[in-house]
């Protein structure tokens, strides 16, 4: 099977690329398929095999162009209805970064789709169709795209080529979105891009149709956008997930702490705390797969050693013993309700915050948000299926938590239904 892009991207070289991960958001057809299937297409990031098979695909369903939506719609039931149904994932590279894609749900009743697609997103691609402007599905996207954390928001005004190309098109919608960022969305690293994804216009080449328009395309600013410091670097986490002790003669006194890093830098010698124990020590030294390494950061995976022996598990926390996090059992968070399953009210859960595993039971439901409106409503016992809303829980261990909008990692959390083993809900921790 080959590959149309090139061979370098098999090197070494690709291993150590930065990574960049992009949701995409927006209306049943406004395109969002049809433009991730552009930017693979026009940036030479596609199968021959994947080509031939939609090239095929299309000539069945009778369109008169390729249709580059199939690229992500995969599943049948896609095909048939023309719309996104679940989560597609897609990855590719350029010479800059590589890419891991989430594509997204339009429909209303998709919403959990979305916040899963965009719950590890860097950048949110958010579409609007030229034709209709912002509408309500609009303010749904941005506001779930802000309530997730995702740092740059690109808003890509799609179809412009059925308006010809009107630059007036252009800044009116630009004007009405930022009149609700201005409400709702203070801070974000937001740009704008009027595109054509059937026609390619500034996807991936500048448009000859819009000569008025000189910023970047789409995946010049995909490649470009600033993302080291999306992480928090100036906390120190490591939530446990396992205990190295291996059984040899040589290792005899080994004792490392395996997990990935969800915060801050970490250097042999700095000084630590282990949570709950709440014992202070040093980092004796980090290993990692390919050795030893004098620092390290989100979201490495590495093994901490430690100067003394303490009782530690999966589940406890190494933290910068200057900035601990706060050890809780009672949580304040925004939830996603994902199951068709209502929340009740008092309902117990099983909960997983990193690599820590506890039962909790939902005290409280503050209110429900209208997403639309933005409206909170009160008075709630229950929350529906891809309903948001602010609970209050309490869990039987304490939580090691940060507020969401501090660190994404430790900041985050997932409840299960214990019958069914099903994620029911995601949280983000206020």
């Excluded at 049809?34 to 939609?54: C, H, N, P, W």
């Excluded at 069945?60 to 149904?85: P, W």
Aim: hydrophobic share 40%.
């Amino acid at each position: 099977m080959t590959n149309v892009i090139d061979t370098e991207f098999s090197s070494k070289g690709y291993l150590n690329m930065q990574l960049l991960r992009f949701t995409t958001a927006g209306s049943v057809d406004d395109g969002k398929s049809t433009l991730i299937g552009r930017l693979l297409y026009d940036s030479k990031s596609l199968f021959e095999d994947q080509l031939d098979a939609v090239k095929r695909a299309s000539v069945q369903k009778g369109s008169e162009h390729l249709n580059l939506a199939l690229f992500t719609d995969g599943l049948r039931a896609e095909r048939e209805q023309g719309i996104t149904i679940d989560v597609a994932y897609r990855y590719f590279a350029t010479p800059n970064r590589k890419f891991i894609i989430a594509d997204t749900p339009g429909h209303i009743q998709y919403t959990r789709n979305m916040v899963t697609g965009a719950s590890t997103a860097n950048a949110a691609i958010i579409l609007i169709d030229a034709r209709n402007g912002v509408i309500e599905q609009t303010y749904r996207h941005a506001y779930i795209a802000y309530l997730l954390g995702i740092p740059h928001i690109i808003v890509c005004i799609n179809k412009m080529d059925l308006l010809d190309y009107s630059r007036e098109v252009f800044e009116t919608i630009k004007a009405d979105f930022n009149a609700f960022v201005a409400k709702v969305l203070p801070g974000e690293d937001l740009r704008f891009i009027p595109i054509s994804a059937l026609n390619g216009d500034n996807v991936v080449k500048p448009s000859v149709n819009m000569e008025w328009y000189t910023d970047t395309t789409l995946l010049e600013t995909l490649e470009t956008i600033p993302i080291t410091n999306d992480n928090d670097l100036t906390r120190r986490r490591f939530p446990v997930q396992y205990v190295i002790r291996p059984e040899m003669d040589k290792y005899h006194d080994y004792r490392g702490y395996a997990g990935r890093i969800a915060g801050g830098i970490f250097h042999p010698g700095d000084e630590v705390m282990v949570m709950p124990a709440g014992i202070k020590t040093k980092i004796l030294s980090i290993d990692t797969f390919n050795g030893p390494v004098e620092e390290a950061f989100p979201p490495m995976s590495v093994t901490l050693l430690l100067a003394d022996d303490i009782d530690i598990s999966r589940g406890d926390m190494i933290a910068g013993a200057d900035a601990l996090p706060a050890m809780s059992s009672e949580i304040d968070l925004m939830v996603c309700w994902m199951n068709p399953r209502p929340m009740q009210l008092n309902g117990k859960y099983a909960l997983k915050h990193n690599t820590r595993d506890v039962k909790c039971v939902i005290n409280a439901i503050d209110f429900v948000l209208n997403i639309n409106t933005l409206e909170q409503i009160p008075g709630r016992t229950s929350l529906a299926m891809n309903e948001i809303g602010k609970v209050h829980l309490r869990t039987t261990k304490p939580l090691f938590i940060d507020p969401y909008s501090f660190n994404r990692n430790t900041g985050s959390l997932i409840l299960i239904d214990e019958a069914t083993n099903e994620t029911v809900a995601a949280g983000m921790i206020l």
